[in-house]
Each structure stands twice: as structure tokens, then as C-alpha cells.
């Protein structure tokens, strides 16, 4: 196992255990909403606006960590009507699409909205939180995206190379 695999595998644990944490913390914000309006008649302020910035994350986390796993949705119906080749040729493609605007879009592009959203000292009105700090969630899920993205393309073209299916993620 390379040098790569084993980072991959320690990054891949740290964002699934990132993303439940993150779940279990909008588990216990939403009820506590719950509780502090249903029960004691007095809601609480800012779980409403925590459970919005998590949900957030977790989307964004959530279908990077589904990308890996090779769990995210997709229609395949035309596809899966294609031979084994042609079905390799849309994955690349698809593969190499979903990279090109991880980065350039969320990676590159989010980073730039942190910046200028920290420049303007923008904050959330419940929490206080630095909104920039908020936005993070768009950069990180685009580098794991654009990481799944480029091994499962070269995988793709290793199998077009040699003339195999890869095996199914």
C-alpha cells in the first residue's frame, strides 16, 4: 500500500467521522429546539441558526463522503444500457467533469469567498460566528470531491488501458 493510499484512507476517516459529529450535533441542536419551544415555552435563539450552518456542512461533507463510497445519486438507466467500454468513456468524462468544477468552483472559488467574507468581518446575528469561518464548508467538500474525483477517474483510465471494468466502488 503506497503513501497515498495510507493518507487517503487516515483523510477519509477524519471527514466520515467529521460528518457524524457534525450530524450528531444538529441531532441534539434540533431537539433541543424542540424541548426549549415545546416544553419550557421559551425557544432558544440561536439552536435555529446552528442547525442551518450544520446542515450545511453535513450536505456538503455528507455527498463528498457519498462520492467515495460510491453511493451518490445518479440516473443511470442510459447508462447502464451502454456496453462495458462506452460505459467507461461516460465515467471518465463524468469523472474528469465532477474534478474540473470541484476545484475550480468549490475549491478555488470557495477559498475566495472565505477571504473576502473574513475582509468584510461578516458575522452571524445569533451566533457571532464568523461567517468566512461558516463557508469553509464549501472549499474542504470541494477538495475531498476533486481528490474521489481524479482516483476514481485514473482508476477509469487504467481500466480503459488495460481493457477491464474496475471494480465497482
Known amino acids: 500500500m503506497g503513501i497515498f493510499w495510507k493518507i487517503k484512507k487516515v483523510l477519509d476517516r477524519i471527514l466520515e467521522t467529521l460528518v457524524a459529529v457534525t450530524m450528531a450535533t444538529l441531532l441534539v441542536a434540533v431537539v433541543w429546539q424542540v424541548i426549549s419551544r415545546k416544553v419550557l415555552n421559551d425557544p432558544s435563539h440561536w439552536t435555529e441558526e446552528l442547525a442551518i450552518f450544520l446542515l450545511i456542512w453535513v450536505g456538503l461533507l455528507g455527498g463528498s463522503v457519498a ?16 456496453s462495458p467500454r462506452r460505459r467507461l468513456y461516460v465515467e471518465i468524462f463524468s ?19 472565505v477571504r473576502e467574507i473574513l475582509k468584510l468581518g461578516q458575522t452571524s ?23 474521489y474525483s481524479i482516483e476514481f477517474l485514473i482508476l477509469r483510465i487504467i481500466a480503459l488501458v488495460r481493457g477491464e471494468m474496475p471494480v465497482q466502488e
Open 125 to 147: 446575528p445569533a451566533l457571532g460566528w464568523k461567517m468566512g469561518h461558516v463557508y469553509l464548508a464549501l472549499p474542504i467538500s470541494g477538495f475531498f470531491l476533486t481528490l
Open 67 to 82: 462520492l467515495n463510497r460510491g453511493a451518490h445519486l445518479g440516473i443511470d438507466y442510459v447508462v447502464a444500457k451502454l
Open 95 to 113: 469523472f474528469g467533469i465532477v474534478a474540473l468544477f470541484s476545484f475550480f468552483v468549490m475549491v478555488v472559488g470557495g477559498f475566495t469567498l
